[in-house]
Nanobody, 122 residues
Framework: QVQLVEFGGGWVQAGDSLRLSCAAN??????RGWFRQAPGKERELVAI????????YYADSVKGRFTISRDNAKNTVYLQMNSLKPEDTAVYYC?????????????????WGQGTQVTVSS
C-alpha cells in the first residue's frame, strides 16, 4: 500500500500563499487528490490530478487560486495555494485513488496521509 506524507502547512494571513507537498514511498499511476477537513465539517475534495498530470479537477471554492501538480520522478504531488482566505483553514490531506475506482469522493481513495494543518487568519 502506498504511504503518503504531507508537508508545508502552516499559519498565514489572508492573501498569502502556501505550497503543500505530498511524498509517496513508491510510484503509483493512480490519480492523486488533495482533500481538506475543517472542524465540524465533512472532508471535502480540493483538487485531483491524474497520473500524467495532464488532467486536473478543482472544487469551485478553490478554482483559480489553487494549482495541483505532480512530479512522478519524485513520487510527489503539490498543491500551490494562492490568495488564501480564512475559509481555507482546515487540515489538508493527500490521497491516492483506489485502483478500479473513478469517483472523486473520499470513499474512492484508498491511501491517505496524516494531514497537515493550514490556518489562514483574517
Amino acid at each position: 500500500q502506498v504511504q503518503l506524507v504531507e508537508f508545508g502547512g502552516g499559519w498565514v494571513q489572508a492573501g498569502d500563499s502556501l505550497r503543500l507537498s505530498c511524498a509517496a514511498n513508491t510510484f503509483s499511476n493512480d490519480a492523486r487528490g488533495w482533500f481538506r477537513q475543517a472542524p465540524g465539517k465533512e472532508r471535502e475534495l480540493v483538487a485531483i490530478v491524474d497520473w500524467s498530470g495532464d488532467y486536473t479537477y478543482y472544487a469551485d471554492s478553490v478554482k483559480g487560486r489553487f494549482t495541483i501538480s505532480r512530479d512522478n520522478a519524485k513520487n510527489t504531488v503539490y498543491l500551490q495555494m494562492n490568495s488564501l482566505k480564512p475559509e481555507d483553514t482546515a487540515v489538508y490531506y493527500c490521497a491516492v485513488r483506489a485502483s478500479g475506482r473513478y469517483g472523486n469522493s473520499p470513499a474512492d481513495f484508498g491511501s491517505w496521509g496524516q494531514g497537515t494543518q493550514v490556518t489562514v487568519s483574517s
